[in-house]
């Protein structure tokens, strides 16, 4: 199984910072990578996929990146309605494998 | 499109555990229909996947316990997974894969763009 590994696990930060997520896998996945949100008690809902292209209506402040084992998700200026859990999922193999997230707090 | 599931949330250990996820405004068509779920307190872990069209895959770890099946008449698809154990509690979610790439050999590359609420269900004695 292709394993993800985000890091870090966890980060507090304040509104308006930049936060960088990265998310490594065990071996090349090209750029077949997905990026998810997920608030407390919610479904999660997709952000990004194929490692750069953002969803239709998510707000540009998103942005991801990378190829073959190392992937980031930043978001520009974080907001208030940004804290929440972000995983990546692997689109290249079975099974589908997720990180195992990173929950983004208030600081 | 709208996904809803429903199922037995209580269950005892050895017992089969049940849920449908019904697809509203939209056809089962040439997506990937996955159940996926979620430990308290921990990461998501995808389970398996239909498509209506084809046979299911499931994660190596639960074959044997899972099943994966489709309705195209009444635009469903279900899972049961017997034998559970309190290492199966969790809450569970339907998903509609979107193959966006098809590989040479027809594998397809799919993210999760549409999700179910969530059922919890619980094994407990």
């Known amino acids: 199984d292709i394993q993800l590994t985000q890091s870090p696990s966890f980060l507090s930060a304040s509104v308006g910072d930049r936060v960088t997520i990265t998310c490594r896998a065990s071996?090349?996945?090209?750029?077949?990578l997905a990026w998810y949100q997920q608030q407390p008690g919610k479904a999660p809902r997709y952000l990004i996929f194929?490692?750069?292209t953002l969803q239709s209506g998510v707000p540009s402040r998103f942005s991801g990146s990378g190829s073959g084992t190392e992937f980031t998700l930043t978001i520009s200026s974080l907001q208030p309605e940004d804290f929440a859990t972000y995983y990546c999922?692997?689109?290249?193999?079975?099974?589908?494998?997720f990180g195992q997230g990173t929950k983004v707090e208030i600081k | 499109v709208e996904l809803q599931q429903w199922g037995a949330g209580l269950l005892k250990p050895s017992e089969t555990l049940s849920l449908t996820c019904a697809v509203y405004?939209?056809?089962?068509?040439?997506?990937?229909w996955s159940w996926i779920r979620q430990p308290p307190g921990k990461g998501l872990e995808w389970i398996g996947e239909?498509?209506?069209?084809?046979?299911?895959n499931y994660k190596s770890s639960l074959k044997g316990r899972v099943s994966i099946s489709a309705d195209t008449s009444k635009n469903q698809f279900s899972l049961k997974l017997s034998s559970v154990t309190a290492a199966d509690t969790a809450v569970y979610y339907c998903?509609?894969?979107?193959?966006?790439?098809?590989?040479?050999?027809?594998?397809?590359?799919?993210?999760?763009?549409?999700w179910g609420q969530g059922s919890q269900v619980t094994v407990s004695s």
């Open positions: 239909i498509k209506h069209s084809g046979s299911p």
């Open positions: 405004d939209g056809s089962l068509g040439d997506y990937y």
């Open positions: 071996q090349d996945i090209s750029s077949y």
């Open positions: 998903a509609r894969g979107f193959p966006y790439y098809y590989d040479n050999s027809g594998s397809p590359f799919a993210y999760f763009d549409y």
């Open positions: 194929a490692a750069s």
């Open positions: 999922q692997q689109l290249n193999a079975y099974p589908r494998t």
